[in-house]
């Protein structure tokens, strides 16, 4: 991962270590510090400190090559992180530690009609069952991490993905876990964060923008993650591509959202969402396409490409990555989104060189999302107390 030539304090320095070791898995002294971009003098003296700290082991592996080094450098399996997953059909939460083992998982389903009386009962419900299984266990939690469908969006009107009232539930923890930093987020950015540090041979180490492409279309930009802004969600979902579109839950016609969502996928497909969602990644195999609905598909891929490729004239980069249901689809298939983009003002990948890549969708696995971001906040923050527990 590519960090800045001197970090400029040493919170940045701590979380320059602890995230490259989040997202490596380990590493042995020589390369980590070359990685980080410290003298290995300098880098011994911070692992000290975070090993006194509880946050970092070293064990004996063999060596990589005739008198190499011989401790590896990993994240201290005993921190424990709390992690809270909302989606369409429940609320998930668990306990895991920050290499993404979970050590505790409970699933509450959400109401058919969620309000947001209800989805508020339901967080209470989950925190206080997180409260009595780390009680029991005389567990501390090192961070808490919250994700919701759509936080962020439109947010002076409520959420319209699932209703619910994010400062009450921030007040629920504070009652509950008075001295634990918590962080909320969206989904789009737990999923990017997933990838990121969970999936081995993640295409991109540098800045790239992360679309994910599920119960809504959204993006994130992917920065270092040191600075305070690595993760900045991009709404490009909710482009209006034409008025007399289909419309869109945000009250438009015509957003890519309202022609490429899960949601819209069912009604291109003739079936249920709820049907969809149980098929999971069968469906590509198990529902026939017509060939009018494909070449529907193809069109609705382009103009999520056309998406992808606007935002990238808003703020060029050279990596996008692509997960949900296209990166499901065949190469012949996909290459619809690749024309989207290509066909943007730009010149698309040729003149700016982007590269692009898909990843398998990471949903059904909940809570490992929030896990994963609760460990990248506790990384990303050097360890070092949270300065307030305002959502991210």
Known sequence: ME?????????????????????????????????????EASLSRILF??????????????????????????????VALAALELNSQWLTLGVGSLSGEMHYTERLPLPKKPAMETVGRLFREALGLLRDWTRRRRITLAQIGITIP??????????????CDVEQIGDMVAELFADVPVAFTN??????????????????????????????????????????????????????????????????????????????????????????????????TTIPLTSRMRQELHQRLFRLGLAIGNTLNVKPCRGVVVSGWPS?????????????????????RTLAQVS????PPSTGNDPQAALAFAAFCLASRGGMPAASTEAA
């Open 150 to 163: 759509g936080l962020g969006r439109l947010s002076e009107f409520g959420n319209p993905i699932i209703p």
């Open 3 to 39: 960090m800045p030539e001197q970090p400029r304090s040493r919170r940045q320095t701590r979380a320059a270590i602890l995230t490259h070791l989040l997202q490596s898995g380990g590493s042995f002294r020589p390369p980590l510090a070359k990685a980080v971009r410290l003298s």
């Open 356 to 359: 692009l890549a898909f990843v």
């Open 187 to 284: 989904s789009v950015v737990a999923h990017a964060t997933f990838h990121r540090c969970r999936t081995e041979d993640y295409p991109f180490s540098d800045a790239h923008l992360f679309v994910f492409v599920g119960q809504g279309v959204a993006g994130t930009w992917m920065g270092d993650p040191i600075e305070e802004d690595a993760l900045q969600p991009v709404e490009l979902g909710h482009m209006v591509f034409g008025t007399g579109g289909p419309r869109c839950r945000c009250g438009h016609h015509g957003c890519v959202e309202a022609y490429t969502s899960l949601p819209a996928l069912a009604e291109l497909l003739r079936v249920g969402e709820a049907e969809l969602l149980q098929l999971g990644s069968e469906w590509v």
């Open 328 to 348: 499901l689809l065949s190469e012949a298939d996909r290459k619809a989104v690749i024309d989207g983009i290509d066909a943007c003002l730009l010149g698309g």
């Open 49 to 78: 400190d975070l090993k006194a700290e509880g946050l970092i082991e070293e064990v004996r592996r063999p060596a990589p090559y005739v008198g190499g080094p011989t401790g590896l450098v990993s994240l201290d399996g005993s």
